[in-house]
């Protein structure tokens, strides 16, 4: 059953329609990360769930109920802001209990859970200090804590993390996970990291221009990309892509462009028939780029292609390695190798079997998707 449901929403302001159009419906304990480029309508979209923006058009319905009309308070919505709004005149102390005081939280439940959220985001040492003693990571800390210790319906949070140096921002990713295990309430999470994303969401929503471009998991964003945005956006390094066009050739169909030539997987072929002759986008992971002697399906001359080493970058799990096809159109790729290549293949020409079943092609034009996955 969706708890929350988001239908048609739409803002204008002015001229600017940021956000359009937007159906969502929100699992009972899901957590859903909403993620796309800056000025996408993220912040917007969140604030209008909250009550403190009104929709220009469309509903939003908690369990059976129509929310619009109803004012921020009686929502019962807890928020973290971007920009981590804090009272500066209150101490940290102060701060976090706001929202159980304004509810008339009884002073027990107060004290019992003012300092167990502190202590989750290791600011139960600042409690008597005002904000402006503290750092801009400690005050986004805050805000999270003064979320937490609400009874809220829903949870918002809108980039809470995004003031944390990386380890603060690993633990206290954690520490929202673990908490929302808790308290299992529908929540929304915003963010521009696609890869804290992938991490964080049951589902996520892509946004881009004030729309949901795709709405998924992780597996389903990263494999089944609907369009080159959503392809391009998921994953890092981002998704290879190739102008192809599609050729015939005796009873197979080929991707050929000037550096490449090769072979469609049956299934693919069957699908792309329409496209021949035509020219179309070819979208290959990094992961899906093998040295030919490791890669995990047979080899042959048309699965291969050759390029050239510019960079190779080591990483936790072997390495990423920067491409540039042979002429004539060089065209930058990228490899990522579960083994580390050694420095002296900088400079040289590489061979790569390339894992065709995987490959994704989109419509040069529209963008979408032609697979069926
Ligand atoms: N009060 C406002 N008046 C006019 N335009 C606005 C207003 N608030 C937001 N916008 C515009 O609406 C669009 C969406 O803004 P929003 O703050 O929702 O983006 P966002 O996805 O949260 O971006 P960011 O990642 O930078 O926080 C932007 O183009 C922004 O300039
Ligand atoms: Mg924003």
Avoid: W
């Amino acid at each position: 059953m969706a708890s929350i449901t988001i239908r048609h929403l739409t803002k204008q302001f002015d001229t600017k329609t940021a956000v359009n159009d937007v159906n969502i419906e929100l699992g009972e304990h899901e957590f859903l990360v909403l993620v796309g480029p800056s000025g996408c309508g993220k912040t917007t979209t969140l604030r209008m769930l909250a009550g403190l923006e009104p929709a220009t058009s469309g509903d939003i319905i908690f369990g059976e109920k129509r929310v619009n009309d109803i004012r921020p308070k009686q929502r019962n919505v807890a928020m973290v802001f971007q920009d981590y709004a804090v009272f500066p005149h209150l101490t940290v102390y102060d701060n976090i209990a706001y929202g159980l005081r304004s509810r008339r939280a009884p002073r027990s439940l107060i004290q019992e859970r003012v300092p167990t959220a502190a202590k989750t985001f290791r600011i139960d040492h600042l409690l008597k200090r005002k904000p402006r003693q503290l750092s801009g990571g400690e005050r986004q800390r805050v805000a999270l804590s003064r979320a937490m210790v609400r009874d809220a319906d829903l949870f918002l949070y809108d980039e809470p993390l995004s003031n944390l140096d990386a380890q603060l921002r690993h633990q206290a990713r954690e520490d929202i996970m673990a908490l929302h295990q808790i308290k299992q309430k529908p929540s929304v999470y915003v963010t521009h990291d696609q890869s804290e994303a992938m991490a964080m969401g049951d589902r996520i929503a892509v946004m881009r221009d004030g729309r949901i471009e795709q709405i998924g998991t992780g597996s389903d964003l990263y494999e089944r990309p609907a369009n080159l945005f959503v392809a391009y956006f998921i994953g890092t390094p981002s998704i290879n892509l190739f102008a192809v066009s599609l050729q015939q050739d005796g009873d197979a169909l080929f991707a050929v462009n000037p550096g490449l030539r090769v072979r469609l997987p049956e299934s693919a072929q069957m699908q792309l028939q329409r496209y021949t002759g035509k020219t179309v986008k070819m979208g290959l992971r990094p992961e899906d780029l093998h040295v030919p002697k490791l890669a995990p399906f047979p080899v042959s001359e048309d699965n291969q292609t050759e390029g050239v080493v510019n960079v190779i970058e080591p990483s936790s799990t072997g390495c990423a390695v920067y491409l540039s096809s042979i002429e004539p159109e060089p065209q930058d790729f990228t490899a990522t190798f579960r083994t580390r290549l050694p420095a002296s293949y900088l400079g040289k020409e590489i061979p790569l079997a390339l894992n065709l079943e995987k490959a994704h092609f989109f419509d040069p034009e529209s963008g979408d998707s032609l697979l069926k996955r």
